[in-house]
């Protein structure tokens, strides 16, 4: 079966930090772009940062420039989203997503589910005192 799968997220305090991975299943990710997203309730999804199948290439949302790294460890067949200086602002589900037929130093942050060839089932983030 081919899939992803998020993993990582928990119940953080503010100014906490936490690591999310996404696994490929089934298939390698070597040939896909990934990118993080997050929907919080009563939000749309948005795109929170993604890389290239080089690793080259990186992009981030504003909101959380100078504090999420993502990379990724194609020998892993993982991609990973740090979260640092974590802020009650950031709690959501965070889905990654896979893109294939990019170029080795293109990502897309577009949250539409059309735009990507997997998706994963999402892991929760809540940042709370």
């Known amino acids: 079966q081919l899939q992803l799968v998020e993993s990582g997220g928990g119940l953080v305090q503010p100014g906490g930090s936490l690591r999310l991975s996404c696994a490929a299943s089934?298939?390698?990710?070597?040939?896909?772009?990934i990118g993080w997203f997050r929907q919080a309730p009563g939000k749309e999804r948005e795109g929170v940062s993604c890389?290239?199948?080089?690793?080259?290439?990186?992009n981030y949302a504003d909101s959380v420039k100078g504090r999420f790294t993502i990379s990724r460890d194609n020998a892993k067949n993982t991609v990973y989203l740090q979260m640092n200086s974590l802020k009650p602002e950031d709690t959501a589900v965070y889905y990654c997503?896979?893109?294939?037929?990019?170029?080795?130093?293109?990502?897309?942050?577009?949250?539409?589910?059309?735009?990507?060839?997997?998706w994963g089932q999402g892991t929760q983030v809540t940042v709370s005192s």
């Open positions: 997503a896979a893109r294939m037929r990019l170029g080795p130093n293109m990502c897309i942050m577009t949250p539409t589910r059309s735009r990507h060839d997997y």
């Open positions: 089934g298939f390698t990710l070597d040939y896909y772009a």
């Open positions: 890389i290239s199948t080089s690793g080259g290439s990186s």
